[in-house]
């Protein structure tokens, strides 16, 4: 049932890449050329159609049956959630503040309560990576409160 | 050649060169003995690293990564029966078994010299190999050339997983489909980039191979609640001796010869790689045996732990041939390297070798190198790796994705490409939890520019005409090539299919 739902929505997403691709703007002409902008994605946009009906039609063997039973979303997702707030924390806090922040949150978040174990690699990994890209290969990155700190 | 060969010499062995090579095979060990995390992993994690670097320099460094993650993925086949990559299961078949009968070190060494033995016989093939078919491929055409890349994909996708390959070649058809999204090659015409302007430029192959591979790779071990490596310490402790008696040598040897030569002619092959090179020197090193030695294959077999480790080995630098002399890579790992080259504005191809003769000659004399560090360095460093794989999951795994957040937020400085990675993080999870395979879609995103190119040009050349696949005798042979790859598993699948 997942793999068909899964194909069904790869095909409405060939469909849709395929509407799209109508859309792409041509220079002047270039729709009486043999090519243009627009016909390698249409082309791409009938194979995965094909592809994805098929799979609707045979969705094959799958090594893990069922497919999504037994995982644990929990963490993961506040992983992924993790990713996303260092994402929208950095251009703020700058690289180091932000980086400390995600590697404690996550590491505390799977399980490690140490606050001897999280705090130094936390520290360590960020200003260690600061350090070599800043001062060993030259890089810039805007840190506000290693600037303050004289660190850079 | 030989003016070649010297050059090569002269870029790689520079103490940088020299430096590199060992940091890559270090580091690959380290990422290939972690249960799961592959050649793929290990370079997308280095890339960042290389952006400093040049040409020649980027490439020695990942053709150590890729020689040291295989190893490492030997190495946790062997002590705790969980290979890091798939082309190390069949080492597990005996290596393991070897090491519960308390001759781990044995299994370790032997694996080693394989590996070392595979590699330099490969290493050798290639220098006259790459150059011949260089020289060769400088005759190929537009049409040659598209048809080329339909028989890499086709080939990839055929071989990327049994039973799946309708999933496979949607992969490698959504891996262009992707490689489509910003300004159009030829016209600059903005494609699917629904007015976003950081999707003027594309995506980033970084971005695509780190998403899709580390990201998603260590957001998988949560998921899956995959358990630690720690048991792999205690292991370690009891190696037992590293020596092998003359007549285990003696057995060995002519199995690493044959099997060398197979794995490197497999290797060549798009598409085919390590994993079957491997299976496959396994097989007919099981077949070949006498039928008292064939009692012994699943039990610890000295011959069937060195046969498939020559011939992965071997088929590292044969998958090497074609990205090096063709520009076409045959593996997902290959297309990375392939991508990494052409983002420091190298073209791999038949005229790498006239037009960047360092870094053609410098790549295939650091992998002779990359063979020597690995066994004389990394097999004595076996255990301290270990030691390195016991960190547990809880402290890697934010590591993992944080290295590889940052590398892709170091190329471009923007927060929209960390959003959109883990996007495509989570939609890869769910298509690899359906067994939907990834390389495939690195693969085709690597050539999806190139593909679009040629068979602009052919079409151009030919009024808009398709007869262009069979009026030269070389794309007619292709086409057959590729018609042949992909009839086999969909006559399998309807097979599979109406026989339910």
């Given at each position: ?20 691709s ?18 390698f994605p ?11 009906l ?5 969705p ?29 924390v ?12 995600f590697?404690?949150?996550a ?41 303050t700190?004289g660190?850079? | 050649?030989i003016?070649?060969?010297l ?11 020299l ?5 890559g095979?270090?580091a690959?060990?380290f ?17 960042p ?9 980027s490439?020695?460094l ?29 080492t597990s ?5 070897l ?11 032997i ?9 330099t016989?490969?290493?050798i ?18 049409p040659?050339?598209f ?28 891996g262009?489909?992707?490689?489509s ?6 016209t ?5 980039t ?27 071990v ?26 285990e040598?003696?057995?060995i ?8 030569v ?13 994993t079957?090179a ?6 007919t ?21 060195a ?11 044969g998958?090497?041939v074609?990205?090096l ?7 997902g790992t290959?297309?990375?390297?392939l ?21 053609f ?16 360095l ?17 402290v890697?795994?934010p ?9 892709v937020?170091l190329?471009?400085?923007s927060?929209?490409d960390i959003?959109?990675m883990?996007?495509i993080a989570?939609?890869?999870?769910i298509?690899r ?16 520019g ?11 050349l ?15 042979a ?7 790859v992909?009839?086999?598993p969909?006559v399998?699948?309807v097979k ?5």
């Amino acid at each position: 049932m997942t793999e068909r739902l899964v194909a069904l929505v790869l095909l409405t997403g060939c469909v849709a890449y395929g509407r799209a691709s109508q859309d792409i703007q041509l220079l002047f002409g270039a729709e009486f050329s043999p090519f243009n902008a627009r016909t390698f994605p249409w082309f791409l946009a009938w194979s995965g159609g094909l592809l994805s009906l098929g799979i609707l039609v045979f969705p094959g063997s799958n090594s893990r049956d069922p497919a999504f039973a037994g995982l644990a979303w929990k963490p993961a997702l506040f992983l992924s959630v993790l990713v996303v707030g260092y994402a929208l924390v950095i251009p703020f806090t700058g690289f180091f503040v932000a980086s400390f922040l995600f590697l404690s949150a996550a590491i505390i978040s799977l399980g490690e309560r140490r606050l001897m174990v999280f705090v130094p690699v936390a520290i360590g990994v960020a200003l260690g990576l600061f350090l070599i890209l800043n001062t060993l290969l030259g890089i810039y990155l805007d840190d506000p409160l290693l600037r303050t700190l004289g660190v850079n | 050649m030989i003016d070649g060969i010297l050059i090569g010499l002269g870029t790689a062995f520079t103490p940088i060169n020299l430096m590199l090579v060992m940091l890559g095979c270090f580091a690959g060990t380290f990422i290939g003995t972690l249960p799961g995390l592959g050649p793929i992993t290990a370079i997308s994690l280095m890339i960042p690293i290389t952006y400093g670097l040049d040409p020649s320099s980027s490439l020695i460094l990942m053709a150590g990564v890729y020689y040291g993650a295989i190893f490492g993925g030997s190495t946790s086949a062997i002590l705790i029966n969980a290979p890091g990559v798939a082309s190390t299961v069949a080492t597990s078949f005996d290596g393991y078994p070897l090491a519960q009968k308390g001759q781990a070190g044995k299994a370790l060494a032997i694996a080693a010299y394989a590996s070392f033995s595979g590699g330099t016989i490969s290493a050798i093939l290639l220098l006259v190999a790459a150059p011949s078919l260089a020289k060769l491929a400088l005759s190929f055409q537009s049409p040659d050339y598209f048809a080329l890349m339909l028989l890499g994909l086709t080939a990839v996708s055929a071989f990327a997983t049994r039973g799946n390959t309708l999933k496979a070649l949607f992969m490698a058809v959504l891996g262009l489909m992707l490689a489509s999204v910003g300004q159009d090659a030829s016209t600059a015409v903005a494609r699917f980039t629904f007015g976003i302007p950081d999707l003027m430029d594309g995506l980033n192959l970084l971005l695509l191979a780190m998403a899709t591979f580390a990201l998603a790779e260590g957001l998988l071990v949560v998921l899956e609640r995959r358990k630690d490596s720690a048991d792999l310490s205690g292991v370690t402790s009891r190696l037992g001796s590293l020596k092998l008696s003359r007549e285990e040598v003696r057995e060995i040897a002519p199995t690493i010869g044959r099997q060398s030569v197979l794995g490197f002619v497999i290797g060549v092959l798009p598409g085919a790689g390590s994993t079957i090179a491997s299976f496959l020197a396994y097989g007919t090193e099981r077949n070949m045996a006498s039928s008292e030695k064939q009692k012994e294959f699943g039990q610890g077999s000295i011959r069937g732990l060195a046969a498939p480790e020559a011939a992965n080995n071997a088929a590292c630098s044969g998958s090497f041939v074609p990205m090096l002399t063709l520009g076409i890579p045959g593996s997902g790992t290959t297309a990375i390297m392939l991508g990494a080259l052409l983002s420091y504005g190298v073209s791999p191809g038949p005229r790498l070798f006239i037009d960047n003769p360092a870094v053609f000659w410098s790549v295939i004399i650091s992998m002779y190198i990359g063979n020597f560090v690995l066994l004389i360095l990394n097999l004595p460093m076996i255990p301290y790796i270990s030691r390195l794989v016991s960190i547990p999951q809880r402290v890697l795994v934010p590591l993992i994705l944080y290295f590889s957040i940052i590398g892709v937020y170091l190329v471009s400085f923007s927060t929209f490409d960390i959003l959109l990675m883990i996007g495509i993080a989570l939609a890869a999870i769910i298509l690899r939890r359906l067994d939907y395979p990834m390389a495939p879609l690195i693969l085709a995103f690597v050539l999806g520019g190139l593909m679009e190119e040629n068979l602009r040009r052919s079409l151009m050349l030919n009024d808009g005409s398709i007869s262009f696949l069979w009026q030269r005798p070389l794309t007619l042979a292709i086409m057959l090539a590729t018609l042949a790859v992909l009839a086999i598993p969909l006559v399998r699948v309807v097979k599979t299919a109406s026989g339910r």
